[in-house]
């Protein structure tokens, strides 16, 4: 199973994905939690990632793509994954495309987690106040979902034209979109 979760900031694709990725035995990899590592154990990597991350602004495509390209190579992919934040635009979707081929590889499916822009930013609030994660300020928070409509949005139109979109309604309780989503990628 090789898949890309895609939704915005919010709408539960963390947890979906440990989920998920259990579900199938697959490891969820989440570029934003690579990056928050990367800032906490302070490495370049971090230190390249960290002004972007706590403005919403999406890192430097060259840099994220090389940190995927890098984790595709670790054998514990090799049954599968399931990527959580990548592709974020319709550049990182082409770049995925091409290191998928050089593997001789190829997605099985994307699945966009919807939910609108009220409900999300009620839980970014939420969670800020239990994780106390930097970028989920209300500000930062308005930043991350304007990024979201303007670049990673267009994402699932380029998926949708290789035929490889599943659409799921985020909204419920935490069991019930993981039912959705399971039944969703079963019918396929
Ligand atoms: P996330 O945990 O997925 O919400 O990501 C947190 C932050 O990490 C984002 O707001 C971006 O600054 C950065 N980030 C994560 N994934 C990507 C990506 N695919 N491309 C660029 N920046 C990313």
């Known amino acids: 199973m090789r898949l890309v979760l895609v939704g ?3 709408a539960g694709k963390g947890t979906q994905a440990a989920r998920l990725a259990d579900t199938y ?5 989440s570029t934003g939690d ?21 403005r919403g602004a999406l890192v430097p495509d060259e840099v994220t793509n090389a940190m995927v390209r890098d984790r595709l190579l670790h054998e514990d992919v090799a049954a599968g994954f399931l990527l959580d934040g990548y592709p ?29 822009s009220d409900e999300v930013t009620t839980r970014l609030l939420k969670r800020a106040e239990i994780e106390g994660r930097a970028d989920d300020t209300e500000d930062v928070i308005r930043k991350r979902l304007a990024v979201y409509a303007e670049s990673t949005a267009p994402v699932t ?19 019930e979109v ?11």
């Open 157 to 175: 139109a380029y998926y949708e034209g290789q035929g490889l979109l599943v659409r799921v309604d985020g909204i419920g309780e935490v069991d």
């Open 25 to 29: 035995g697959i490891p969820a990899i």
């Open 8 to 10: 915005p900031p919010g």
């Open 88 to 116: 974020r635009n319709p550049d990182q979707a082409v770049e995925l495309d091409g290191m998928l081929a050089d593997n001789g590889t190829a997605l099985n499916a994307v699945v966009e987690i919807t939910a609108d």
């Open 34 to 54: 690579i990056f928050r590592a990367n800032v906490k154990g302070e490495t370049e990597l971090g230190r390249e990632a960290q002004g972007y991350m706590s």
């Open 178 to 188: 993981t039912d959705r989503l399971v039944d969703a990628l079963r019918a396929r």
